[in-house]
């Protein structure tokens, strides 16, 4: 009773829906695993659609974007709200009679677009992680659950697809724990498979349902007793799920030490508990497609995911000391505490802000305070997002999932909270860009235009970069892919009506040393009065792979001032950002500043930064210098009969082949691939195999270039190419 009264106390009289009947859910996966088809049943089960879309057709809800319809993929992540009410108890539920809303982000599975996933994860509560019945764990599978893992959010499994021929929802449950190490357990198996997938096993209630096949939209069902032929394997799933639970809850090990049955909703509640603390992965079978099995997963969200009171308090820095946690514990009564975690551009409204309210009520008129910019703003107007459609209101709550209008200097993951609350959240980290092209406008006309339009395209997505080459004068647009950077020229055109020229993209090569060196750098100018004096000795060696650029101040006996020493560390920077072969980034390098020499009265910041440059120019040159180029983990899923061409393909492209898997009739290569191999593979991958294969890729290392790739780079690296 005490708990209750606790919970209650957290929730203002004016909200709709309680924290405790808040979910705040995102749907991830890779791509074309069905993803944006569950999400659409979802939302038609819960009463918020009343026609269900395709995603061939381009009419899904959540896909509403011009390019996702064309393309038949997600782009961006779609936040959209719906409800349910479970108002039988057939299954024994936990949360009966009380209608609960569930905030769903669909996001995409494409890697281009693996920003969205990231900060999507970073604001939500639970997760359902979608997996392909024929292919089972992918590559941006993996992704995908480093991501949940790394914020801490617990997730449900949904293996979908089992109506599709080679389905095995066995093997994907295996590869789960396998490969993503997940506590994985099911609670709802398929009833039946491929052609006969007629419905799911309930394995805690140890029920059948069963699907009306003449029923088109799935919504008529009976629940029976199961199958004679499905039992054993239903009793053995419940028994795994028990002894499972058994190993991580006390109260479960209690019942089978003393070999007692485990009431239906005592294990229910433990499956509860240990999934919200990242313990356990409930795992549910069906078809989205056909329908098969969504019910289970909405129930299973209410059941088993958590609300915003079921997971830790966020945390975040105080402004004062960075070293001091603040914790903000959802309550709507405790001081405004939110995280802009997306921006987007609005034709009508303009700058959208998105904001997961972490503590706290906002309502429109009242002020909020930016730690970062150190500045106030006040709010104008409030509004929930269902996809491309806008609602306004008049205050948000604890647990929300909102967007605010007309707000400026906001980025993405910007604390948003009260003036007298001294703390920054943590905000989402993103991967650096892979690939680069230069653009330019046709006509002077789109030159303004263009300028704006990448500046607004910056602001919204933090994986796309554009900057001027300096060297060159080129305006340079970098991004995750091809793909990325074909949607973002897409839009320049669409949205903003700029008519631009893109060349070819640009690969971001990166630059080391393999020896060791010593260099030495002198800055001597006389004009005439004062000069300018700086001298620095240095030495430079191989750090370990992906470890970045260490410097050590190895000075002693004030030969270059402390005052200095700061410069010289600029000017090492400085000349490692424009390397000695073909001009690209240096990483991966140990530098120690040993010695130099200064001038009393010449001496200056100007004069030690060049003579750093000069030092690691001068040291790098010595220490065997080469080129790193970026390698892509590639897989692909092809019919059989295709395996050989395919392989011969990337073999062509530089690829190294890790392994081959054989699922039924379909074969899995994984290779790794240089990217710069890989422009245009999608046309080649569907000519080769008559349009039955697909691919995925995602960046995985960098990798030394071979000598004639380096010569014809350099070649036509004259003048310094374009960097990322």
Same mark, same amino acid.
């Given at each position: 009773?005490? !708990?209750?009264?606790?919970?209650?106390?957290?929730?203002?009289?004016?909200?709709d829906?309680?924290?405790?009947?808040?979910?705040?859910?995102?749907?991830? =996966?890779?791509?074309?695993?069905?993803?944006?088809?569950?999400?659409?049943?979802?939302?038609?089960?819960t009463?918020?659609?009343?026609?269900?879309?395709?995603?061939?057709?381009g009419?899904?809800?959540?896909? $509403?974007?011009?390019?996702?319809?064309?393309?038949?993929?997600?782009?961006?992540?779609?936040?959209?709200?719906?409800? $349910?009410?479970?108002? &039988?108890?057939?299954?024994?539920?936990?949360?009966?009679n009380?209608?609960?809303?569930?905030?769903?982000? @669909?996001?995409?599975?494409?890697? @281009?677009?693996?920003?969205?996933?990231?900060?999507?994860?970073?604001?939500?509560?639970? =997760?359902?992680?979608?997996?392909? /019945?024929?292919?089972?764990?992918?590559?941006?599978?993996?992704?995908? $659950?480093?991501?949940?893992?790394?914020?801490?959010?617990?997730?449900?499994?949904?293996?979908?697809?089992?109506?599709?021929?080679?389905?095995?929802?066995?093997?994907?449950?295996?590869?789960?724990?396998?490969k993503?190490?997940? #506590?994985?357990?099911?609670?709802?198996?398929?009833?039946?498979?491929?052609? *006969?997938?007629? /419905?799911?096993?309930?394995?805690?209630?140890?029920?059948?349902?069963?699907?009306?096949?003449?029923?088109?939209?799935?919504?008529?069902?009976d629940?029976?007793?199961?199958?004679?032929?499905?039992?054993?394997?239903?009793?053995?799933?419940?028994?795994?799920?028990? *002894?499972?639970?058994?190993?991580?809850?006390?109260?479960?090990?209690?019942?089978?030490?003393?070999?007692?049955?485990?009431?239906?909703?005592?294990?229910?509640?433990?499956?509860r508990?240990?999934?919200?603390?990242?313990?356990?992965?409930?795992?549910?079978?069906?078809?989205?497609?056909?329908?098969?099995?969504?019910?289970?997963?909405?129930?299973?969200?209410?059941?088993?995911?958590?609300?915003?009171?079921?997971?830790?308090?966020?945390?975040?820095?105080?402004?004062?000391?960075?070293?001091?946690?603040?914790?903000?514990?959802?309550?709507?009564?405790?001081?405004?505490?939110?995280?802009?975690?997306?921006?987007?551009?609005?034709?009508?409204?303009?700058?959208?802000?998105?904001?997961?309210?972490?503590?706290?009520?906002?309502?429109?008129?009242?002020? +909020?305070?930016?730690?970062?910019?150190?500045?106030?703003?006040?709010?104008?107007?409030?509004?929930?997002?269902?996809?491309?459609?806008?609602?306004?209101?008049e205050?948000?709550?604890?647990?929300?999932?909102? !967007?605010?209008?007309?707000?400026?200097n906001?980025?993405?993951?910007?604390?948003?909270?009260?003036?007298?609350?001294?703390?920054?959240?943590?905000?989402?980290?993103?991967?650096?860009?892979?690939?680069?092209?230069?653009?330019?406008?046709k006509?002077?006309?789109?030159?303004?235009?263009?300028?704006n !339009?990448?500046?607004?395209?910056?602001?919204? @997505?933090?994986?796309?970069?554009?900057?001027?080459?300096? &060297?060159?004068?080129?305006?340079?647009?970098?991004?995750?892919?091809?793909?990325?950077?074909?949607?973002?020229? @897409?839009?320049?055109?669409?949205?903003?009506?700029?008519?631009?020229?893109?060349?070819?993209?640009?690969?971001? #090569?990166?630059?080391?040393?393999? /020896? %060791? =060196?010593?260099?030495?750098?002198?800055? +001597?100018?006389q004009?005439?009065?004062?000069?300018?004096?700086?001298?620095?000795?240095?030495?430079?060696?191989?750090?370990?792979?992906?470890?970045?650029?260490?410097?050590?101040?190895?000075?002693?006996?004030?030969?270059?001032?402390?005052?200095?020493?700061?410069?010289?560390?600029?000017?090492?920077?400085?000349?490692?950002?424009?390397?000695?072969?073909?001009?690209y980034?240096?990483?991966?390098?140990?530098? %120690? +500043?040993?010695?130099?020499?200064?001038?009393?009265?010449?001496? *200056?910041?100007l004069?030690?930064?060049?003579?750093g440059?000069?030092?690691?120019?001068?040291?790098?040159?010595?220490?065997?210098?080469?080129?790193?180029?970026?390698?892509?983990?590639?897989?692909?899923?092809?019919?059989?009969?295709?395996?050989?061409?395919?392989?011969?393909?990337?073999?062509?492209?530089?690829?190294?082949?890790?392994?081959?898997?054989?699922?039924?009739?379909?074969?899995?290569?994984? =290779?790794?691939?240089?990217?710069?191999?890989?422009?245009?593979?999608?046309?080649?991958?569907?000519?080769?195999s008559?349009?039955?294969?697909?691919?995925?890729?995602?960046?995985?290392?960098?990798?030394?270039v071979?000598?004639?790739?380096?010569?014809?780079?350099?070649?036509? !690296?004259?003048?310094?190419?374009?960097?990322?």
């Amino acid at each position: 009773m005490q !708990a209750a009264i606790e919970r209650s106390s957290v929730n203002s009289p004016q909200r709709d829906y309680s924290l405790e009947q808040t979910r705040n859910i995102g749907i991830a =996966a890779h791509i074309d695993a069905g993803k944006t088809t569950a999400t659409e049943r979802m939302l038609f089960y819960t009463g918020l659609i009343h026609r269900m879309g395709d995603v061939d057709a381009g009419n899904t809800m959540t896909d $509403w974007m011009d390019q996702e319809k064309e393309r038949g993929i997600t782009i961006t992540s779609a936040a959209i709200s719906c409800y $349910w009410t479970q108002l &039988e108890d057939p299954l024994d539920k936990l949360y009966l009679n009380v209608q609960h809303r569930i905030n769903i982000i @669909d996001t995409p599975g494409h890697v @281009d677009f693996t920003a969205e996933v990231e900060r999507s994860m970073r604001v939500l509560d639970g =997760a359902v992680a979608v997996f392909c /019945g024929v292919a089972g764990v992918q590559p941006q599978s993996e992704t995908v $659950w480093r991501q949940a893992t790394k914020y801490g959010v617990p997730r449900l499994a949904f293996i979908n697809k089992m109506d599709r021929t080679g389905a095995d929802f066995d093997n994907a449950l295996r590869e789960m724990r396998e490969k993503l190490g997940a #506590y994985a357990y099911s609670i709802v198996l398929p009833l039946g498979r491929e052609d *006969n997938l007629r /419905g799911a096993i309930d394995v805690i209630s140890q029920k059948a349902v069963v699907y009306d096949q003449n029923d088109p939209v799935g919504v008529k069902y009976d629940v029976v007793d199961i199958p004679e032929e499905e039992q054993e394997k239903a009793k053995n799933a419940l028994d795994e799920l028990i *002894n499972g639970v058994a190993e991580k809850d006390d109260e479960i090990a209690e019942y089978v030490l003393e070999e007692k049955p485990v009431p239906n909703d005592v294990l229910k509640k433990a499956v509860r508990r240990l999934t919200c603390n990242n313990e356990l992965v409930p795992v549910l079978g069906g078809s989205a497609f056909k329908k098969r099995g969504v019910q289970r997963l909405i129930d299973s969200i209410i059941d088993y995911l958590p609300s915003p009171l079921d997971v830790p308090a966020a945390e975040g820095q105080s402004t004062d000391d960075p070293n001091e946690k603040v914790p903000v514990p959802p309550d709507d009564n405790g001081k405004f505490c939110s995280l802009a975690f997306k921006l987007m551009t609005d034709p009508y409204a303009g700058k959208l802000v998105f904001l997961r309210v972490y503590s706290g009520t906002l309502s429109k008129g009242d002020v +909020i305070y930016n730690p970062r910019t150190r500045k106030k703003e006040r709010i104008s107007r409030l509004m929930m997002v269902q996809a491309d459609k806008r609602t306004d209101v008049e205050s948000i709550y604890s647990g929300d999932i909102a !967007a605010m209008v007309g707000v400026k200097n906001i980025t993405t993951g910007d604390t948003l909270c009260n003036e007298n609350l001294n703390i920054r959240l943590e905000p989402p980290t993103f991967p650096q860009p892979v690939i680069s092209m230069a653009i330019e406008p046709k006509t002077k006309a789109d030159r303004e235009k263009l300028s704006n !339009a990448l500046q607004r395209l910056a602001e919204e @997505d933090p994986t796309f970069r554009c900057y001027t080459n300096e &060297e060159t004068g080129q305006l340079i647009i970098a991004g995750m892919g091809e793909l990325h950077l074909e949607v973002i020229r @897409d839009r320049l055109l669409r949205e903003f009506k700029v008519d631009a020229n893109c060349g070819a993209p640009q690969i971001a #090569y990166r630059e080391t040393i393999t /020896g %060791s =060196a010593e260099g030495e750098g002198k800055f +001597i100018r006389q004009s005439g009065g004062r000069g300018q004096y700086g001298h620095c000795i240095i030495s430079i060696e191989p750090n370990e792979r992906g470890q970045g650029v260490e410097i050590q101040n190895r000075i002693v006996g004030g030969v270059i001032p402390k005052d200095y020493i700061n410069s010289v560390q600029d000017g090492l920077y400085e000349a490692m950002g424009d390397g000695i072969i073909a001009g690209y980034p240096m990483v991966d390098l140990k530098v %120690s +500043i040993n010695d130099g020499s200064h001038h009393e009265v010449d001496s *200056n910041e100007l004069a030690f930064k060049m003579a750093g440059i000069f030092a690691l120019k001068d040291a790098a040159k010595k220490a065997k210098p080469i080129m790193l180029e970026p390698i892509m983990k590639v897989e692909v899923t092809t019919p059989d009969e295709y395996q050989g061409d395919l392989m011969g393909d990337l073999n062509r492209r530089r690829g190294r082949i890790v392994s081959i898997e054989h699922k039924s009739n379909v074969t899995f290569i994984h =290779a790794e691939v240089p990217l710069a191999e890989m422009f245009g593979y999608a046309t080649v991958n569907r000519s080769l195999s008559k349009g039955r294969a697909s691919y995925s890729m995602e960046p995985s290392h960098f990798e030394p270039v071979p000598q004639s790739i380096v010569d014809s780079i350099t070649e036509s !690296a004259k003048p310094s190419p374009a960097r990322t």
